[in-house]
């Protein structure tokens, strides 16, 4: 059912992308300049979009590379005035001041220097301004602390990362501009001279700290003009370009134009039969993806509905008993009247279809003779007949049904998809019908086996105490009057102790058999090599009564139950010994690895067995050979056949007549 809606839903899907598709090829044919000049207008708004975001790229990218240059040029011009200009002047009692100016013979500190200079270069260059602040400025530093948000952050990040620039790009007094800030830190002379002073707001310095920041703000505007300039140019030449191209384009698609019903045509032709493929495909994988017949009865509906929407289905069934077709699902008419109404025969339409194996039609089926009831499609209000055979494997397993409620004629086209659906839903009916019909035997197989078993077991064991009364009684009559009645009471007592001791036999073997069919698994490592000894010693008498030759392979050790192992090797062992021709018998008990399986043959020189009949022997109660000749019950090989069942393995027999026979089975390793 899942499966039946994810094909619908991708089918759906499909369509909407076809219909769209066909729109979109249907305007390009028939208005392929307006369509040229959309896609020419939308490139050209891409291309001024893209030219835009690239010209303030290579604004942003060049300001910043030009600001990054110049703030490292500034602070390798202060550390070279203060190594090289300061510490010198100091030694010959140069004194250096930020008031140089008003005492004869002084020079600035760095860092008013560095302001200096700024202001400096900002007359000559006026698209950099230079400004040092601090959150522990010097008194005499009117405008030494921090005026804005840029500036306090910029403190904030340099003192977390001193090494990695802060800027931004923002509009400052009016103008585009990048905002760039450096740390600027404390070098050796520097902590001993702010932590000296008498002035400083800050006495604990230390090698490495961020005294404050040196800001360069750079404006944008004329840098973004002659940016802008130079990509005019080439924004014009690709514009020119792609009118050139346009024009092009329309020739070509204008010749296009005159082929563009023919085109139409054959792409709605090819639409429509990938459709009917791509639905035949999703319905045939969804109706093959389950076994249970109900389900593929109800995914063969649901999908034959998705293609025609608002009729109704019927679905018959031939009965692979009775070979008749029967009334087994239907949708949008009412189910429970449509199985139920009498029928005095099979529709005529219905009958048809299923022996000609081709499609019937009746176009109003309350006029149609063929109709038997009328009335019931009145009354469901539909009017035309279309069914089709489902085939599978040349055989007709069912009639598929498409009712429609307006009088209408199926064409070829329908008929033929419908039919091709049938056809796939045929196959998976049929798989399905066989399927339930296994699981139905192998139930009542199941079934039958397990009554079986309880009624061998339950009658073996309440035959035993009379078995045992009738032995005992007989046995006591043959010691006490033997030779002393005539010859023919004799003979009758014989027959009658033979024949309880055969009982015995037989009843204490279906005992062994059921209890093998109904003892749990209780499996543990068994030595096969010890309880082959174990077996081979109980054998003994028999062994040396027709002084047989037993040689062996070395056994493995296997899970199992040694009680039953026990009894498999006796059987067949003892079947060896049974049924030779007259030589003394040899028998070899061989072993070897196969994979995961230990593979143990055991071989003689009997009398063979009709490889006609080498299944035929592990059938309980099967016997090949003359009761009075070789003994037995018919219950030993199958008991050995269940014994290697329940240990996971398998048992066959290779065998010709007058040639011996090797007796084959597995044991999980």
């Not at 899907?13 to 208005?31: E, M, P, Q, T």
């Not at 296009?256 to 019903?261: A, D, F, K």
Request: proline fraction near 4%; include cysteine; glycine fraction near 8%.
């Amino acid at each position: 059912m899942i499966r039946g809606r994810i094909a619908m839903v991708r089918g759906n899907l499909g369509d909407v992308r076809a219909k769209a598709f066909a729109v979109l090829v249907g305007l390009n044919y028939k208005h392929t300049i307006v369509a040229l000049a959309v896609m020419f207008s939308g490139a050209a708004a891409v291309t001024l979009w893209h030219f835009s975001n690239l010209s303030s790229r290579l604004v942003e990218a060049g300001a910043l590379q030009g600001t990054a240059l110049y703030a490292e040029s500034v602070k390798e011009l202060r550390v070279f005035y203060n190594t090289q200009v300061v510490e010198r002047v100091r030694e010959n009692g140069v004194e250096v001041t930020h008031d140089y100016q008003t005492k004869p013979g002084a020079i600035p500190i760095p860092a008013t220097f560095t302001i200096e200079f700024g202001k400096h270069v900002s007359k000559h260059i006026p698209t950099m301004r230079l400004r040092m602040y601090s959150d522990y400025p010097f008194p005499f530093r009117k405008e030494g602390s921090p005026l804005d948000d840029f500036q306090r952050e910029a403190l904030h990040q340099l003192r977390q990362q001193p090494n990695k620039p802060y800027y931004r790009f923002e509009d400052y007094q009016g103008l585009p501009s990048l905002r760039y800030a450096t740390a600027v830190t404390m070098g050796a002379g520097c902590v001993a001279c702010h932590n000296r002073h008498p002035a400083s707001p800050k006495t604990d310095w230390k090698l490495g700290d961020v005294r404050g920041v040196q800001e360069i703000v750079r404006p944008l505007d004329e840098l973004t003009a002659r940016t802008q300039a130079g990509l005019h140019g080439t924004f014009l030449l690709l514009a020119t370009m792609g009118c050139v191209g346009l024009g092009g384009f329309a020739l070509v698609f204008g010749k296009l134009h005159r082929n563009s019903v023919q085109l139409r045509e054959q792409v709605a032709a090819l639409a429509a039969a990938q459709r009917r493929l791509r639905s035949i495909y999703d319905v045939n994988s969804a109706i093959n993806s389950t076994l249970d017949l109900r389900s593929v009865l109800d995914l063969l509906m649901e999908n034959v509905l998705i293609f025609f929407p608002g009729m109704a289905v019927q679905i018959w069934l031939v009965n692979l008993e009775s070979g008749k077709p029967e009334r087994a699902a239907c949708r949008n008419i009412d189910e429970t009247e449509w199985k139920t109404r009498r029928l005095t025969k099979t529709p005529d339409l219905v009958e048809e279809a299923l022996i000609k194996k081709a499609p019937v039609y009746a176009r109003n089926v309350e006029t149609d003779p063929r109709v038997l009831d009328p009335e019931f499609y009145r009354r469901q209000g539909v009017v035309s007949y279309l069914g089709v055979p489902m085939i599978a494997k040349g055989e007709t397993v069912g009639h598929l049904v498409l009712l429609a409620r307006e009088q209408c004629s199926f064409g070829d086209q329908e008929v033929e998809f419908f039919s091709t659906l049938a056809g796939h839903a045929a196959a998976a009916i049929h798989n399905s019908q066989l399927f339930e019909e296994g699981t139905r035997r192998q139930a009542e197989l199941e079934r039958s086996n397990t009554e079986l078993q309880q009624f061998a077991y339950v009658a073996s064991h309440d035959l035993q105490e009379p078995l045992r009364m009738i032995t005992g009684y007989t046995n006591l009559l043959s010691r006490r009057y033997k030779g002393k009645l005539d010859d023919d009471a004799d003979e009758f007592i014989a027959f009658a102790v033979d024949g309880a001791n055969r009982m015995r036999v037989l009843i204490n073997d279906l005992l062994t058999y059921s209890r093998v069919g109904t003892q749990g698994k209780n499996f543990a490592p068994m030595d096969c090599e010890l309880i082959l000894g174990q077996t081979l010693a109980g054998l003994q008498v028999a062994i040396q009564e027709c002084a047989a030759r037993v040689t062996h392979d070395p056994l493995p050790v296997v899970n199992g139950d040694d009680i039953q192992l026990g009894q498999l090797f006796q059987n067949l062992i003892g079947n060896a010994l049974k049924y030779h021709n007259g030589n003394a018998p040899t028998v070899h008990i061989g072993c070897q690895r196969r994979d995961n399986d230990w593979l143990i043959s055991i071989s003689d020189n009997g009398i063979g067995i009709d490889p006609r009949f080498a299944a035929k022997i592990f059938v309980i109660f099967q016997r090949l050979h003359n009761r009075e000749q070789y003994p037995g019950t018919g219950i030993g090989l199958a008991l050995c056949k269940r014994i290697v069942d329940r240990h996971g393995g398998k048992i066959w027999v290779d065998s010709e007549p007058g040639k011996g026979s090797t007796f084959y089975f597995t044991l999980p390793a």
